[in-house]
């Protein structure tokens, strides 16, 4: 009972589509911590690096969300732009939460080690951005 249980609940959540976006949702999360370890490195002030590596972040998936993770083949530029400008607002609205939440931990918590904030905050957005793809923008 409890091996059938746990299969149908393995093939409700184990599939290509969530198996992929993890897989790029890691990738776009490792777009955004690179690009954000980069130009804190290279000086830029961290609020300027969350945004610029968010900004990078949000490209990359796009892209592959719609072509790897939701298989929305369709490059008509119409559509191409009816699941861009949604996807850039719901990313905009974790974006948001991400820019909030660093400021509030690394000015507000004192919290000193800014790239421990950035792991928390990325892995939070992470489950919201596929929420919001999967509801909202690729159905």
Known sequence: MIGRLWERIWSRFVNRETVSYLIFGVLTTLVDWISYWLM???GVDYRVATALSWVAAVLFAFVTNKVFVFQSLD???KKVWSEFAPFVVCRAATGVFT???MIGMVDGLG???D???KIVVSAISLVLNYLFSKLF???
Do not use: E, S, T
């Open 40 to 42: 804190r490195r290279a």
């Open 111 to 113: 919290i000193r080690q």
């Open 115 to 117: 790239m421990i904030c």
């Open 75 to 77: 490059l008509h530029p």
């Open 99 to 101: 820019m909030v939440a």
């Open 137 to 139: 923008i690729f159905k």
